[in-house]
């Protein structure tokens, strides 16, 4: 049995091995330099762990893994246009180092390739494998649309900003390791059941994600602290202070993210008070845990033994615990 | 056997029947728009016929020909936000109707869309299909990179030009009729002759929409005539100009089409005044009628009867008389 590392490892071999050194240089380069930030290798350590439940061997299930990993670098190559984001995992995203055509342009190269990689699945099971693969796209492409029609949104529910992030997050997992256990060998139930699974995953992740926009580490996270809170993102821990606050509190919150009268580091102070105030931060805390315990719960109802779930466990655990 | 115009209607009842009234909205409405534009479903039309020469049934080539014509809509759409076009048909483009995000985002659920309809291809021969469509989407990349090269570069040559219009253009021509052939029951090698065909026939029609940019009437074109000219625009005729020109005539054309001295009419007129000197447009069309008559050589080649060949020499034919 393998786990996470080794998984990360043959995938990243996998996406090594593949000469992107291709002409035109303007299409191709753009996709090598994305490929080689690295990141997690979440979605695709998730199909080869999927896998890796029902059968010993994975190889069958590399390609399709590398698939879904592009199409997830694909979507943040698009997202950063859109979201006119200059760094990504510390480097400059393709539309600043490049420009918005050659991103708009190789991003959608990306998406082919995706697709290129996903065919090569196994013929006993590509076209469920793709049908699952296209629905799930799509349903990302909406959960985008929706975090974008949020923005200009001040009374989104909570009910709709989970269900924005299980279709721009989770959805991409839940595919990723049923397709996993579908290569594998998995029957219907199991691979439902690793649906259910990996959509808790990707709920508890972005959670965490919103968490630690706010109470994480820079250093760790990579990323700048209170991103979120500048620009009014309406994140999990944002709309709850808003169902929780009241009176002052409220009118406060009001201001906060309506004006631009505070400086940034005072404005993230401001709101990381309240969010203390209201008790957010445990909260969100609670809730990430929950979705934890009912994706831990849902590998126990697997038909596998409790040995070959071990890695999946241990990556779920990883996941938990994370800071970055 | 079924004719162009049958094989159009069959093709956009069933894109019609396609609800895309779904949410969100800002995702969904983009792509019924572009696809309500209608156009001359070219791509889908090869298809069908190339289906229909093996077949009396096309029925199970029809969601197969919707998703290469859904493609080939979805890169007008990302394009046109390339080549900030703000017409498209008569109508404004849809970066131009909503915003660059959201023709960015509608583009990418485009492609997904068309994978979508492309795995519902018989599955006796869906992974060739599907291998064959991504290396023709990767191509049309290409040479949609290779088109933007073009704008910045002076030496662009005849042979590199042919090349990007065949990655650009002819690629999909040819997909969609071999595509067709092999879900009617076609072998390798009356497969590979429609390929082939296809190439012919989508460089002759590329060369076309060349000479109609600066010979044909604005009327029927839909499109202004001379847009090419004025953006100084490496075409099949402005290339070969500059290989024919000499002299006077060849300082006027590099002086014409490297500053801003003259009006948009007074451009046009100077260039159209060369292009008539050198003989291009005689030139041009001799390139046009010779791709089309080794087009129709190679229909002659397939291992079918003339009579099942009839349709596909018609549409042909009528492709060789368009004015639009």
Same mark, same amino acid.
């Given at each position: 049995m393998i786990y996470e590392k080794e998984a990360q490892d043959i995938v990243n071999q996998r996406i090594d091995s593949y000469n992107y050194n291709l002409n035109p240089k303007g299409l191709y380069e753009p996709i090598r330099y994305i490929l080689s930030m690295g990141g997690k290798r979440m979605r695709s350590v998730f199909t080869l762990l999927g896998c890796n439940l029902f059968d010993d061997d994975v190889s069958p299930a590399i390609d399709t893994a590398v698939g879904v990993e592009i199409f997830h670098n694909f979507t943040l190559l698009h997202d950063d246009i859109m979201d006119k984001a200059p760094m990504r995992r510390g480097m400059p995203t393709v539309h600043q180092k490049w420009n918005d055509n050659t991103a708009i342009l190789s991003g959608d190269a990306m998406q082919i390739e995706a697709y290129r990689w996903m065919t090569k699945t196994p013929l006993h099971c590509l076209k469920p494998v793709l049908d699952l693969f296209s629905q799930t796209a799509l349903q990302v492409c909406e959960g985008q649309q929706y975090d974008m029609d949020f923005e200009s949104r001040s009374d989104v529910s909570l009910q709709e900003y989970i269900n924005m992030i299980r279709l721009k997050t989770a959805v991409l997992m839940a595919c990723s390791l049923q397709i996993g256990g579908w290569i594998g060998g998995a029957g219907d139930k199991d691979a439902h059941v690793l649906y259910d699974c990996g959509i808790n995953l990707g709920l508890a992740?972005?959670?965490?994600?919103?968490?630690?926009?706010?109470?994480?580490?820079?250093?760790?996270?990579?990323?700048?602290?209170?991103?979120?809170?500048?620009?009014?993102?309406?994140?999990?821990?944002?709309?709850?202070?808003?169902?929780?606050?009241?009176?002052?509190?409220?009118?406060?919150?009001?201001?906060?993210?309506?004006?631009?009268?505070?400086? *940034?580091?005072?404005? $993230?102070? !401001?709101? =990381?008070?309240?969010?203390?105030? #209201?008790?957010?931060? *445990?909260?969100?805390? $609670?809730? !990430?845990? =929950?979705?934890?315990?009912?994706? #831990?719960?849902?590998i126990g109802e697997l038909s596998c033994s409790q040995e070959r779930t071990k890695p999946l466990r241990c990556f779920v655990e990883t996941l938990m615990m994370r800071e970055a």
């Open positions: 992740f972005q959670l965490q994600d919103d968490l630690l926009d706010v109470y994480g580490s820079a250093d760790l996270f990579g990323k700048k602290i209170g991103g979120d809170i500048l620009c009014n993102k309406k994140t999990f821990l944002l709309i709850l202070a808003f169902d929780k606050a009241q009176g002052e509190t409220l009118r406060q919150l009001k201001f906060c993210t309506t004006t631009d009268t505070y400086g *940034e580091q005072e404005k $993230i102070t !401001i709101v =990381r008070n309240i969010y203390n105030e #209201l008790n957010i931060r *445990e909260l969100c805390q $609670i809730e !990430i845990m =929950r979705y934890y315990q009912d994706a #831990l719960q849902l």
